[in-house]
């Protein structure tokens, strides 16, 4: 990483005002019906993609990459719900997505199932045994559909295979329905912070994003030479303002040759700090240093 200038203008900590910060700490909660919902949400997500993807799935098919839209897609079942009603219970979203993303999974080999079984292609067997015929014909790529072509990888790596979808499909629905909640929340107002972003500024990350997580503002004035950017998101209770919280995200780069260095930072800061960093885009837009203009 590398440190600010010898030359460069950072402000005096002396002179500035700096403020005492926490470490972010994402709001935990929620009404107790809220995760019922969300489970009722993901369920039936599950059920409608699960028929959705196995269509799709007949037709063509992006070994690994459509799995993991199909989770996802599913977690925006769990998460939508849960962002609505407010529930804040992230690990328990995401055990809630990841189960329903492995369940929707199996209701695509299942659509399949009943295909073969109304096609009437041999004697009645169950969905198990169906599997169990698959599996042993093996999985083929090349050709979208329960059967595809070419070569198959045989009984065992079609299994592998298929939990490995599975597992893809489940972390999707996983990561999105824990996403969806994972913004800053106002508990005071029982309302979720809007976002704010600040820059991206041309400032030296490697000062400006620890000064900034410290508690100093004016640590963003900080000019720098190169491929070099911090941006700033402020999340802020709209009914609070500056009465409230202030929850402050740093992210800084550097582009060094083939190497990108990073830079991340998330504290709370006290709601007061709000007008500092109002006159702090301020500064930063009339210094040239990027950002919108108003």
Known sequence: MSDVPDDAPAPDPQSQRQ??????????????????????GGLMTALVFGVAVAF???????????????????????????????CRY???????????????????????????????????????EYM???????????????????????????????????????AGAAALASVCVGS?????????????????YRVEPGYSVPAVAAGLPTGLLVPADGKKSVVVALYVCPACGDQGTLDVKLTGTHQDGRKMLTWNGFVTYPGEALQTFDEVERACRELGLGGKKK
Not at 108 to 126: D, E, K, R, T
Not at 138 to 162: D, E, H, K, L
């Open 184 to 200: 800053p929340f106002c508990e005071g107002c029982n309302r979720w912070k809007r976002k704010r972003q600040l820059g991206p």
């Open 90 to 128: 992230q690990k328990g979203l995401a055990l809630v997505g990841a189960v329903c993303g492995v369940l929707s999974y199996v209701v695509v080999h299942y659509v399949f199932y009943l295909s073969f079984v109304g096609a009437g292609n041999g004697p009645p067997i169950g969905f198990w």
């Open 19 to 40: 403020f005492p910060v926490l470490p972010y700490a994402a709001s935990r909660g929620g009404p107790a019906y809220a995760l019922g919902v969300s489970a009722f």
């Open 56 to 86: 799709v799935r007949s037709m063509f098919w992006i070994v690994m990459v459509f799995p993991l839209l199909h989770g996802v897609l599913v977690g925006a079942g769990v998460g939508i719900p849960a962002r609505l009603t407010k």
């Open 132 to 170: 169990d015929v698959k599996a042993t014909e093996g999985v083929r790529f090349g050709q979208a559909g329960a059967g595809g072509a070419g070569n198959g990888i045989g009984y065992t790596g079609s299994i592998i295979y298929w939990v490995f979808e599975a597992i893809i499909t489940a």
